[in-house]
Every structure is written in structure tokens, then in C-alpha cells.
């Protein structure tokens, strides 16, 4: 791909790349007979909702709005779960919504007879007490956590399902070790509902992912219970490795020796999960600095001091280091989920646009960003 035809910041989605993943989800559907749904927090770049839907069965939102988004764009309506329901927006969610799951016993006391009415069917969120994640911040399990019941003897009458979610990016057998612990803790209730939903953090499309395992462990489960629906709701196995983000180089600045490509994006706008994880996202056509290499510091737009990341060295296509300059493009890779749906407009910068590459080469913008949307989130 020449990335500087590109327009300077974007978002480009591969779609060949999605493909490949949705053919991964399908076959999972296929043969585990579990109901793959998407997980809209993970990407909400609606324009390939009519895509996602034709390989999925359906979307979760964990808001209003993201349920709003699911029936008008998706056209279905959501499986909704969110951590606090409020008086404000809980009609509009049962507009939306074709399941809505609880946190807390209280919760569903509050608003669910509002919700049977409507004839959605209603779940609560387990805690199974066990997660393999290792970075706090994304750790549904630890101790003291917020998020899912601990202990359930008994489900309220009106309750068909449960609900739990304790991956990050995990293997499959991590997916059976959550179960078995889920098993330990509320086993008990499984033969009174109608459908378990096995959360997000299958990453079913990563590189070496035992999907057979997977799937023998969703039909192991289904066997032991024929009764029941299981569904799954992965965000970041859909749009994993899809697509990437396109930048310019627009200044260089060196101090104390550090060499510093200033950017037309920013992490803390752009990419902040790179800072909060943290983590180095991988650029095209560069590796990680390694001992006697002199490397790049990139620098992103936003005046926060620490909107950099480093360091990376560039190479020619024959391996040799090359110096960047101003107008060279810096792409970040893998750059779709967790991305757009987390970028601000903090500084007022300018917000990369959206863009799709179509399998026969074609190169698409699907949305651009200025002056009036920055106005628009402000008063
Ligand atoms: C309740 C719930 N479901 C699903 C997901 C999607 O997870 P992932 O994108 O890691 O597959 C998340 C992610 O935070 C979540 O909190």
C-alpha cells in the first residue's frame, strides 16, 4: 500500500483483513453452535456494521447510545450490559435492547420488572473470582472488584441468564479455566437458565489460537447442557489486526540527545491505550531500538508532556537504518480496536479521519472530521 496517497491523520480499516477474521467467527459459530455476538466497545465504526452482521449474531452494548447505534445501524436490537443502570436512560435501553444483563441483584430489582415487561429477556453479571489478565487495569477479578456478583444461591425469578467476563486478549484455554471456575462457583443455577454468555477476550483470531479447543470446550459445555444458549461477545477478536493508523511526520526536534519525530497524531488522543496499558505498538517498516542502533522518539501533537513513545529505528527496503524526515508517513499497525472508540479531542486536535481499503484495492474514505465536531462536543 502507498500510504502517502493516504490523507494525513487516518484511520485505515484492511478489509481483507476483516474477512479473514469473520471467516474465523463463523467457523466457531459453526461448529461449536454458540452465538457469537460483537462486543461494540471494541470498534463502533458503523459502516461496517452490515458486514459484521452478516457473520455474527448480533451485537452487545454497554450503553444507551451503543444500544441506540446497534438498532438503527446493526438492525437488530442489543444484548446491553453495563456496570450501573440510571433512571435516566434505562427506557431508552429496553427501546434497544433484546437482553439486558445486571450487576448487581439490586440493580435488577430496581429496573428489571420494566424490562420483563417489555418482554426482554434478563441475565446478571457473575463474578467467577478467577481471570488470567495480568495488567490490573483490565482485570475483571481482582479482588474487591465492582464488576459481577460474587456469590449467587439463587436467581431472582425473572432471571434466564448469566453472565461473565474475565478475558483480555486470552487463549483458549484460559476460556476453559474460566469456565471450570464458573462452574465451581454457580454451577448450580446453570439447569434453571436459558442462556450463559461467556464474555469478551476470546481472541479466537490471534495468530496460533488453539480455535479447536475452543470449540471443543463450547461443546463439551452444550452437551453437559443441551438446554441452553451460549453466547460469546468478543470486541477485539473481530477487528484484530485490520487496519492501522496513518501519520505524518511534521517536525524534528532533538534534546539531550534524544531525537524526536513530532507527529500530526497523538498517543494520549489517538492511541491512549498505549499509555495507559502501556504498551509500544508496532510501526510499519521499523523495529524496537536495539543496542548500538540510534533510534526515533515519536512524538505526538498534544502539549502533555508525556504524548511520546520510543523508541523505534527506521529501515530502506534493503534493511538499512534510515533518518526520517519531515513529510515521511509513520504508520502504527493494529491500530482499529480500542482505538477509534477511545479517541478525544483534547487540544483541539485535529481528529484523524476513517477510512476502509476494499479487497479489490480501493481505497475509501468513510468519514472526515473538523472544526464543527470539536465545536460540537463543547458549549
Ligand atoms: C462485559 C464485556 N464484554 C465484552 C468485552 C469485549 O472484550 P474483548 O474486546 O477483549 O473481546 C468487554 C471488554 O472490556 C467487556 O467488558
Known amino acids: 500500500m502507498d500510504y502517502t496517497k493516504i490523507p494525513s491523520p487516518c484511520f485505515v480499516l484492511d478489509e481483507a483483513a476483516l474477512r479473514r477474521n469473520l471467516a474465523v467467527v463463523d467457523r466457531v459459530r459453526r461448529e461449536s453452535g454458540a452465538e457469537i455476538i460483537v ?12 458486514e459484521l452482521a452478516r457473520h455474527s449474531d448480533g451485537a452487545t452494548a454497554s450503553s444507551l447510545n451503543e444500544a441506540r447505534l446497534v438498532a438503527e445501524e446493526y438492525g437488530s436490537p ?5 456496570p450501573v443502570y440510571t433512571e435516566r436512560d434505562f427506557d431508552g435501553i429496553t427501546r434497544h435492547s433484546s437482553h439486558i444483563t445486571f450487576n448487581s441483584v439490586a440493580q435488577f430489582e430496581r429496573f428489571g420488572a420494566r424490562a420483563l415487561l417489555r418482554g426482554i429477556s434478563c441475565g446478571l453479571r457473575v463474578n467467577p473470582g478467577w481471570s488470567p489478565v495480568e495488567t490490573d487495569l483490565y482485570n475483571p477479578a481482582l479482588p474487591g472488584s465492582r464488576l459481577g456478583i460474587e456469590r449467587l444461591e439463587r436467581h431472582p425469578e425473572g432471571v434466564e441468564g448469566l453472565h461473565f467476563h474475565v478475558l483480555c486478549e486470552s487463549g483458549a484455554d484460559d476460556s476453559a479455566r474460566t469456565l471450570e471456575a464458573f462452574g465451581k462457583r454457580f454451577g448450580n443455577l446453570v439447569p434453571g437458565l436459558r442462556w450463559v454468555n461467556f464474555g469478551g477476550g476470546h481472541l479466537m483470531t490471534r495468530e ?3 480455535v479447536e479447543l475452543l470449540i471443543r470446550t463450547i461443546k463439551d459445555f452444550r452437551a453437559r447442557y443441551p438446554h441452553l444458549r451460549v453466547i460469546l461477545e468478543p470486541g477485539s477478536a ?6 492501522v493508523l496513518v501519520s505524518t511526520v511534521e517536525d524534528i526536534v532533538e534534546s539531550g540527545g534524544v531525537r524526536t519525530a513530532m507527529l500530526d497524531v497523538s498517543f494520549a488522543c489517538h492511541m491512549p491505550d498505549c499509555l495507559e496499558m502501556p504498551y509500544k505498538p508496532a510501526i510499519v517498516g521499523a523495529h524496537d531500538t536495539r543496542d548500538g542502533e540510534r533510534g526515533w522518539r515519536m512524538g505526538g501533537c498534544s502539549c502533555l508532556a508525556g504524548d511520546r513513545m520510543g523508541d523505534w529505528t527506521f529501515t530502506d527496503e534493503y534493511g538499512d537504518p534510515r533518518k526520517l524526515r519531515v513529510g515521511d508517513r509513520v504508520v502504527f499497525e493494529d491500530m482499529i480496536h480500542y482505538t477509534m472508540v477511545k479517541t478525544t479531542m483534547f487540544n483541539g486536535v485535529k481528529h484523524p479521519g476513517i477510512a476502509i481499503v476494499r ?5 475509501e474514505i468513510v468519514r472526515e472530521f473538523g472544526y ?8
Do not use: Q, V
Open 39 to 50: 462486543a461494540l466497545k471494541a470498534c463502533a465504526m458503523w459502516s461496517i456494521f452490515p
Open 78 to 82: 442489543a444484548h446491553t450490559y453495563a
Open 208 to 210: 496460533g489460537y488453539d
Open 359 to 363: 479487497e479489490d484495492g480501493r481505497f
Open 238 to 243: 473481530f477487528t484484530w489486526r485490520t487496519g
Open 372 to 379: 464543527e465536531d470539536y465545536k460540537n462536543r463543547m458549549s
